[in-house]
C-alpha cells in the first residue's frame, strides 16, 4: 500500500486516498476534543485543596483488595452492589488520609527524612536477621510492585496520621461522681406496684358483617407483591480456574440458546443444566433455594415480566433467571381474610374495654392511693417484668403513677422506692475502661466531623462515572 502510494503519489487516486487516510487520524483527534472523550484530566475528586486521581484511587483500590481474600475478592465481582459499596469505601479512606494529610500540614507538622529511614529500616519485612538488608528491600519492593517513593510516602502518611489523631484518641477518664452515677442506674432496682388489665379478659359480642365491612375500610388486609420465576443453572467449582473456564464456555453456549429463542427449560435439558422454579416469592416468602440469596433476590425484582436476567456468575456457577409472572400488591379479597378480620375486631373490641377499666384503675389509686388487685415486684431496667414495664418504672419519677401500654394488656403501675446496687470494685473497673473507650470514640466522630467540615470532597462525576462507576 505504501509502496503504491510512493510510486504513484502525484495521481488524483493517491491524493484523495492520502487526503481521507489524514482525515480520518486528524478527525479522531478532533472528535476526542470535540466530545469530550481527552483523558488529560484524571482527577477523580478533590479533597479541601488536594487533588486525587485516578490512578491514585485504583492504587489504593488494589492495595486494599489484596488483604481480601479469594472468596471475598469473587463476591465483589460477581455482585455489582456489593462493589459498588466496596469502591464508595475506598474513596472515603483515600479522603480520609488526604484530610489527616492535609490538616497535620497546616498545624505545622513535618517528618523529616531521617525520622523516615529509620522507619525503613524497623520494618520486619526490610531485615535480615533482625537488622535491615538493602538486598531484602529491593526484593519486597520488587515483588509488590512498589516503587521506593510509593514507600517513603506510605511511612510518611502514616507518621502524620500518628501526630494528628493520637491526642484524640487517647482515652479520657471519666471522673468518680460519674461513673457511681452511671453504675448505679445499670444495677439499681424498683419496687412498684402492678396491676394487670388483660385484653383477653373482656367478652364482647359477635360483629355483624356491615360492623366488619366498616373496620376492614379502615383497617385493609395488604398482600405484598409477588413474582413467579425460573431460571437455569450450570454448576461449577468456581475456584478451580479450568472448571470455571469450561463453565463459562457451556453457560454462554446456553444463553445463546435462550437469546436465539428456546426455552429455560429446553434449553436446561440440552445442556444438562438444573432448571428450576419458584411461584408466589414475596419480601415475607423467600424460596428454601441456597441459589437465591439476597441479591438474587434483589435483581428478581429489579426485573420486568417475562424477561430473562444476562448471564450471572454466584459462588456456586452460572445462573440466568427469568421472571414469569408478577403480581402486584393489593388488598385481599373480604372473603378470603373474614376470619382474620373477625379476629382482628375482636381485639381492638377487647382492648377498647380494657382501656377504660385500667384508666377506672388510675383514677382510684390517684384518689386513694389504693391499686385495686395490685402485686409488688422488684425490677430491674432488664429484668422482672414485660419491658414496656421497665422501661416505664425507670423512665417515670419515684411516686408516680402511669398506665403502661403492651402488646395484649395495660399495666397499672405505681412506682415505688429505688435500690441502689452494692459497689463491686471489679465492676466498677469494666465500667470505667467502658466509658474511657466510649468518650474516646465521641470526641473521633466529632474530629472528624470538623476535619470533614474543614476538608469538604468534591467527586469529579465524569470522571467517577467514567472510571468507577
Do not use: C
Request: charged share 30%; proline share 3%; aromatic share 8%.
Amino acid at each position: 500500500m505504501l509502496e503504491y502510494l510512493r510510486n504513484a503519489a502525484d495521481k488524483p487516486v493517491a491524493k484523495i486516498l492520502m487526503g481521507v487516510l489524514i482525515f480520518s487520524f486528524v478527525g479522531w483527534g478532533v472528535a476526542e476534543w470535540v466530545f469530550g472523550l481527552t483523558s488529560s484530566d484524571t482527577t477523580l475528586m478533590r479533597v479541601g485543596g488536594e487533588k486525587v486521581s485516578i490512578n491514585q484511587y485504583s492504587s489504593m483500590k488494589s492495595n486494599e483488595l489484596t488483604k481480601l481474600s479469594r472468596e471475598e475478592q469473587r463476591t465483589l465481582y460477581t455482585d455489582p452492589k456489593a462493589m459498588s459499596v466496596f469502591q464508595d469505601q475506598v474513596i472515603k479512606n483515600i479522603a480520609s488520609l488526604k484530610r489527616t494529610e492535609q490538616h497535620a500540614r497546616d498545624l505545622g507538622y513535618v517528618v523529616s527524612d531521617h525520622h523516615v529511614a529509620n522507619d525503613i529500616r524497623n520494618v520486619p519485612q526490610f531485615q535480615e536477621n533482625g537488622k535491615f538488608s538493602a538486598a531484602a528491600y529491593d526484593v519486597v519492593l520488587r515483588n509488590s510492585g512498589l516503587t521506593e517513593s510509593d514507600v517513603i510516602a506510605d511511612l510518611r502518611m502514616k507518621t502524620l496520621n500518628s501526630m494528628v489523631n493520637t491526642p484524640i484518641e487517647t482515652a479520657i477518664q471519666t471522673p468518680r461522681f460519674a461513673l457511681l452515677a452511671t453504675y448505679n442506674a445499670r444495677g439499681a432496682s424498683r419496687n412498684v406496684d402492678l396491676a394487670t388489665v388483660k385484653f383477653s379478659d373482656f367478652k364482647v359480642p359477635t360483629p355483624t358483617d356491615d360492623e366488619l365491612h366498616d373496620f376492614y375500610a379502615k383497617n385493609p388486609h395488604r398482600i405484598a407483591e409477588t413474582r413467579d420465576i425460573s431460571y437455569v443453572m450450570i454448576d461449577v467449582e468456581m475456584d478451580k480456574p479450568d472448571e470455571y473456564e469450561k463453565g463459562l464456555k457451556s453457560a454462554q453456549k446456553l444463553e445463546d440458546d435462550i437469546i436465539g429463542g428456546d426455552t429455560l427449560a429446553d434449553a436446561a435439558k440440552k445442556h444438562s443444566a438444573k432448571y428450576k422454579t419458584h411461584k408466589d416469592i414475596s419480601s415475607a416468602k423467600l424460596p428454601d433455594d441456597k441459589n437465591i440469596d439476597d441479591a438474587m433476590i434483589a435483581r428478581i425484582f429489579s426485573m420486568d415480566e417475562n424477561t430473562e436476567s444476562e448471564l450471572i456468575e454466584t459462588k456456586a456457577g452460572f445462573i440466568i433467571v427469568r421472571v414469569d409472572k408478577i403480581t402486584p400488591e393489593h388488598n385481599a379479597e373480604f372473603d378470603s381474610v373474614k376470619k382474620d378480620i373477625v379476629t382482628n375486631w375482636t381485639r381492638t373490641e377487647q382492648r377498647k374495654a380494657a382501656y377504660v377499666r385500667a384508666n377506672e384503675l388510675l383514677v382510684d389509686l390517684n384518689k386513694t392511693g389504693k391499686l385495686d388487685g395490685a402485686k409488688s415486684i422488684s425490677v430491674t431496667r432488664t429484668d422482672g417484668a414485660a419491658m414496656p414495664v421497665l422501661t416505664q418504672a425507670f423512665h417515670k419519677n419515684i411516686g408516680d403513677n402511669t398506665i403502661v401500654d403492651a402488646d395484649d394488656a395495660f399495666y397499672v403501675m405505681h412506682v415505688g422506692d429505688e435500690k441502689v446496687p452494692t459497689v463491686d470494685d471489679k465492676k466498677l473497673a469494666t465500667l470505667k475502661d467502658e466509658l474511657a473507650k466510649v468518650s474516646s470514640q465521641n470526641i473521633k466522630a466529632d474530629y472528624d466531623a470538623y476535619l470533614e467540615r474543614q476538608y469538604p470532597i468534591k467527586i469529579n462525576e465524569k470522571t467517577y462515572n467514567r472510571f468507577v462507576k
